[in-house]
């Protein structure tokens, strides 16, 4: 009997913010045991489960959505080996131990709050003080609130607000999400210099190669970016133009296929996981994140969302002083609260074999 019939799956959505959703798989087995996966960031909700009904089906190609499901579907299966095999994730796909802890920094980004450059900066003050040596913000995702400054004008103010509120002895990086064109981000450039940016993130998206040199000729920061490739071709062509690569284990299509990102990458870049995420992938993540000090950096963590963040996995989410803990159990270590009142139950279906071009 062919083992995919017996997988059942779940779907559960974790209400986060008007914002923020988490979307979480659960894979079962025939003997109850089960892993779990992540897919948040998908699309919409709908979306995500036309895909589920679809998976292993035919399709005419594999677009953003389809990818990220079978990172969560790949996800699963993994902790759910790792499971059976009583052994943490890591150990079953790198055959290394895991480090005890994992360094993180704190993506600001989705915290609530005004967007005001004050009110941006106490964010940033409030990750310091809990032990964060590093924080990144979005600072041109949205608007002057008065509409009188540009958007390129507001964001620099909003980074040099939250440099001068945490000090030079914190590391500040600034994800531009391709918000800005080449010309209207050159301006900045000599100024994000004078602020000591730590990285600059998606000025210009690997998928605009050439645009991407011209800003790497133009500019001495540290380039960061990558955070939606799933093919070895998309890093290939923009090798040399960054300095950190940020692959994620769910939009490359699983943890396997963003490990083989890193390696794609070796020697040229350093390798931080992008994670914007939801405890799962976290701990996804932080069972993938290089301890090569050569290459490693610090593990994405969506700072000051909710309080209750890591009560949805019952607490297997442990970070203290801008760290995290790896729960010491096999897989990725957590168990989802079903019953927390966040987290609803959206979907559930058992696995039909098919041939697919996606699978």
């Given amino acids: 009997m062919n083992p995919l019939r017996q997988e059942s799956w779940e779907l559960f959505r974790i209400t986060v913010s008007a914002r923020t ?23 919409s909700l709908e979306t ?49 131990e895991a480090s005890k802890t994992v360094e993180l920094y704190a993506n600001i980004n989705r915290a609530p709050g005004g967007r005001t450059p004050r009110d941006i900066a106490a964010t940033a003050e409030a990750a310091v003080r809990e032990g964060f040596t590093a924080v990144k913000l979005a600072p041109f995702d949205t608007p002057d609130t008065d509409g009188r400054r540009t958007l390129a004008e507001i964001g620099l103010e909003r980074v040099r607000a939250v440099r001068e ?6 590391d500040v990086m600034v994800d ?7 010309d209207e981000l050159t301006p900045l450039l000599g100024p994000f210099e004078e602020l000591a940016l730590y990285w600059l993130e998606d000025g210009v998206g690997i998928a605009r190669p050439a645009e991407l040199a011209e800003l790497r000729a133009r500019t001495r920061l540290p380039l960061a970016g990558g955070e939606f490739a799933h093919r070895a071709d998309e890093i290939e062509a923009v ?32 390798i931080s996981f992008h994670n914007p995420s939801g405890p799962v992938a976290t701990l996804h993540a932080a069972q993938l994140a290089p301890t090569d000090a050569a290459v490693a950096e610090r593990l994405e963590f969506a700072y000051g969302e909710v309080a209750w963040r890591s009560d949805v ?3 297997a989410e442990r970070v203290r002083d801008g760290r995290l803990t790896l729960p010491d159990a096999p897989g990725i270590g957590l168990e989802l609260d079903t019953d927390h009142p966040a987290v609803t139950g959206v979907w559930s279906g058992r696995l039909e074999p098919r041939p697919s071009c996606c699978s």
């Fill in 239 to 270: 090798r040399g133009l960054l300095d950190v690569l940020l692959p994620d284990v769910k939009h490359a299509g699983g943890p396997r296929a963003a490990l083989e990102l890193t390696r794609r990458t070796r020697g040229t870049a350093r």
């Fill in 165 to 170: 509120a945490v000090g030079s002895g914190v």
């Fill in 21 to 43: 959703e988490w979307l979480v798989l659960r894979v079962c087995g025939p003997d109850g045991d089960h892993g779990y996966g992540e897919c948040s960031d998908a699309g």
């Fill in 48 to 96: 995500v489960i036309r895909e589920l009904d679809r998976f292993d089906g035919a399709c005419d190609s594999c677009g953003f959505a389809a990818i990220t499901v079978r990172g969560a579907v790949e996800q699963a299966r993994l902790d759910r080996a790792a499971r059976r095999a009583d052994v943490p994730l890591r150990k079953l796909i790198i055959s290394q």
């Fill in 313 to 315: 996995v019952h607490g």
């Fill in 176 to 182: 531009a999400h391709e918000r800005l064109t080449l």
